[in-house]
């Protein structure tokens, strides 16, 4: 089975901290994705990556960045946290036609 | 706004009832999916539907994709506490190579023992 492993299940920041989101897949897939979860938005896409070092915005990619410097890994990082970004952060990976595997995410509170 | 409409939003129903959730859109999809997500974890995939009117079942559920390849229904038949989640749609993009997913709000369905 894939597994795709987030790095934190619960994570607690202040305003102004950078927060990294690590996200490892184990099945050699190139697509890898961000999405944010919010109660009534569904899951809004934040950033994807289709190749190493490669990366596209998603929907709503003000206040984020990633990082996909090998092919398993692929990181968000919060430059500098804002309460509005308090969600639950979902990565996933790509295989097959569109089929998505996700983590089983991460629940960021920002104070 | 959602590119995905899902309905109804919140779906509480006895154990040994039937329900069935909505996802609508105004665009076409190349195909539709339909995921199940529980407390505390990510969505798991139960179904792609590809072609205009498919009608795919997995034990009591049955997934039918709109004929203009618009919308979708999930109907759970004498459903079970088991089938309590939250059940969300996404539909691929209309070009081949477009393999993002745009994902409705989801509908959160309680089925009571």
């Known amino acids: 089975d894939v597994k795709v492993t987030q790095s934190s299940r619960y994570l607690v920041k202040r305003t102004g901290e950078k927060v990294f989101l690590e996200c490892v897949q184990d099945?050699?897939?190139?697509?890898m994705f961000w999405y944010r979860q919010d109660p009534g938005l569904g899951l809004r896409l934040i950033y994807f990556s289709y190749d190493v070092k490669m990366k596209e915005k998603g929907d709503i990619p003000e206040g984020y960045s990633v990082s996909r410097e090998k092919k398993e890994r692929f990181s968000l990082i919060l430059e500098s946290a804002s309460t509005n970004q308090t969600s639950m952060y979902l990565c996933?990976?790509?295989?097959?036609?569109?089929?998505?595997?996700f983590g089983s995410g991460t629940q960021l509170s920002v104070l | 706004t959602q590119l995905l409409e899902q309905s109804p939003q919140f779906l509480s129903i006895q154990e040994g009832e039937n329900l069935t959730v909505y996802c609508n859109s105004s665009s076409v999809f190349s195909s539709l999916q339909w995921y199940r997500q529980e407390p505390g974890e990510g969505p798991v995939l139960l179904v792609t539907v590809v072609t205009g009117g498919e009608v795919k079942k997995l034990k009591r559920l049955t997934f039918q994709f709109g004929d203009a390849r618009k919308d979708s229904s999930l109907h759970i038949t004498a459903a079970q506490p088991g089938d309590t989640g939250l059940y969300l749609c996404a539909g691929a993009g209309r070009r081949s190579n477009d393999y993002k997913l745009s994902f409705g709000a989801g509908t959160t369905v309680t089925v009571r023992a």
């Open positions: 099945m050699d897939h190139e697509n």
């Open positions: 996933a990976s790509q295989g097959g036609v569109e089929k998505l595997f």
